[in-house]
């Protein structure tokens, strides 16, 4: 397949936010109960709800987007610099979790008041599924060529 500057864009993209996120992650996953975990990855207080499910939450997090995504997206990205179908398949299956664990991430900061509506919340709260969208719709129409 043919890598465009738009491959490159979406994949040099995955890459940056991946392991962005991989790299905190991996954080959490070593210092689960840190204060600088807590304020920085977690966001929010475990004593404004039960603690035991607020670090259940965002540990099950932790592991998944280190262990499952994380690789799912790098080899994708990397697939599709190469110019490999398998790699725009990849980056279409690791585009789900980008718009997908928003959903749930949404709904736990507005029932539970985690986070503030601030402008940076949105930004980073947008950032994840506008870019999860934009790489599956790529992939899924390049898939189709």
Avoid at 79 to 102: E, I, K, T
Wanted: proline letters at 5%.
């Amino acid at each position: 397949m043919d890598v465009t500057a738009l491959t490159w864009v979406v994949a040099i993209a995955g890459l940056v936010l991946i392991g962005l996120l991989a790299s905190l992650q991996l954080v959490a996953i070593i210092r689960p109960r840190s204060a600088w975990t807590i304020k920085n990855i977690y966001g929010g207080s475990p004593e404004t709800t039960d603690p035991e499910a607020y670090f259940a939450f965002n540990q099950g997090y932790a592991w998944a987007d280190t262990i499952f995504w994380a690789p799912l997206q790098i080899a994708g990205s990397i697939g599709m610099l190469l110019g490999h179908r398998w790699g725009f398949l990849l980056a279409l299956v690791a585009s789900v979790p980008f718009w997908y664990s928003a959903i749930p991430l949404f709904i736990w900061d507005r029932d539970l008041g985690f986070r503030q509506n601030t402008v940076t919340y949105w930004v980073v709260t947008c950032m994840f599924p506008l870019f999860g969208i934009i790489s599956g719709v790529y992939c899924f129409v390049r898939l189709l060529d």
